[in-house]
C-alpha cells in the first residue's frame, strides 16, 4: 500500500504543477526538493518583458544604476518583512520564528532576483561591450576569492542570521560566475577532451539538475551503508560524494536528455506551430 508523506496536501500539489508553489511559505520547497528554484524562474519570466524594455531603451549604466536601485530596495523590503511583518505573523500563530528569513525569503525572487540581473550585465558586457573583454584576464582571478566568500557566508551559522548576509551570498557567486562567463567568451578554440567533457556537462546541465536530487539520495544511503566506516575524513567523504554524484548524474541525464528532455521540446515546438497556425 503507497502511504502519502505527512503534511503533502492536494492544493500543494496544484501549486506545484502550475509553478505558483513559491508564493506559499509551506509549499515553496516542499512537494519537489529544490522546486523552489523552478517558481522563481516562472516568476522572473514574468518580469523579464520589463527588466528586457528597460535595458533595450537605457544606455547600459543607467541600467546598471536600476539594478543597484532595484537590489537595494529589495533589500530593503526583505528587511520589513523580516523586523515588521514576521513578528505579527508569529504572534498570531501563521509562522514559526524565521520562518520567512531562513526559508521562504532567501528562496524567493525577493532574495533571487540579483543573480538573473547579474546574467543580464554579464551577456551585456560580453556582447555589447567587447572592450569589457580585453580586461578579462585581469578580472577572472576574483572569481576564485568571490566564491569563496560567498561559500563561508552560505555556511557560517554566526553570519547567515541576517537579512543581508542572506540577500549579499547569491549576489556574490552570481558576479564570481559572471566574471568567468567572460573569461570564457574570450576563448575561441574548445578543443581537447576537457572542453569536450564541460561542453557535454553544459548540453545536458537541465536534464543534470532535475535528476541529481534523487541520485544524491542513492549516492548517500550507499555511502553511509558501505563505505562511511572506511573513510573519516571529512573533506575526503566530500570530494567522493561529489564525483559519484557529478559522475552518476552525467551519464543518467545523457539517457534523460536523449530520450526525455528533447522529445519534451520537440513536443512543445509542435504545440507552438499549432497554436500560431490557429
Avoid at 514574468?46 to 531603451?57: A, E, R, T, Y
Amino acid at each position: 500500500m503507497v502511504a502519502v508523506p505527512d503534511k503533502y496536501s492536494i492544493l500543494g500539489v496544484i501549486e506545484t504543477i502550475f509553478f505558483v508553489h513559491g508564493f506559499d511559505p509551506r509549499n515553496f520547497n516542499f512537494i519537489v526538493p529544490g522546486g523552489w528554484s523552478i517558481a522563481v524562474e516562472m516568476q522572473f519570466y514574468i518580469i523579464f518583458p520589463i527588466l528586457f524594455f528597460i535595458k533595450s531603451n537605457h544606455k547600459p549604466i543607467i541600467f546598471i544604476i536600476f539594478v543597484s536601485s532595484v537590489l537595494l530596495t529589495l533589500l530593503l523590503i526583505k528587511c520589513l518583512l523580516i523586523y515588521e511583518i514576521q513578528p505579527i505573523f508569529i504572534e498570531k500563530g501563521f509562522l514559526k520564528k524565521f520562518e520567512l528569513e531562513y526559508n521562504f525569503l532567501n528562496a524567493s525572487l525577493l532574495n533571487q532576483l540579483s543573480v538573473f540581473l547579474m546574467g543580464i550585465i554579464c551577456y551585456q558586457c560580453i556582447y555589447l561591450n567587447n572592450k569589457l573583454l580585453k580586461y578579462s584576464n585581469r578580472i577572472a582571478f576574483l572569481a576564485i576569492p568571490l566564491v569563496v566568500v560567498s561559500c563561508f557566508l552560505l555556511n557560517s551559522h554566526s553570519y547567515t542570521r541576517t537579512p543581508f548576509v542572506g540577500f549579499i551570498y547569491p549576489a556574490i557567486l552570481a558576479v564570481a560566475f559572471s566574471l568567468i562567463a567572460i573569461k570564457l567568451a574570450t576563448i575561441n578554440d574548445f578543443n581537447g577532451r576537457i572542453s569536450e567533457l564541460l561542453i557535454g556537462i553544459g548540453r545536458v546541465s537541465f536534464s543534470m539538475y532535475i535528476t541529481h536530487f534523487f541520485i544524491l539520495d542513492v549516492v548517500y544511503f550507499f555511502f553511509y551503508k558501505f563505505i562511511n566506516h572506511f573513510i573519516q575524513t571529512p573533506e575526503a567523504q566530500l570530494a567522493l560524494m561529489y564525483l559519484a554524484v557529478l559522475s552518476l548524474t552525467f551519464f543518467i541525464s545523457k539517457f534523460t536528455y536523449k530520450n526525455i528532455e528533447k522529445k519534451g521540446i520537440e513536443l512543445g515546438d509542435k504545440l507552438i506551430l499549432k497554436v500560431k497556425e490557429i
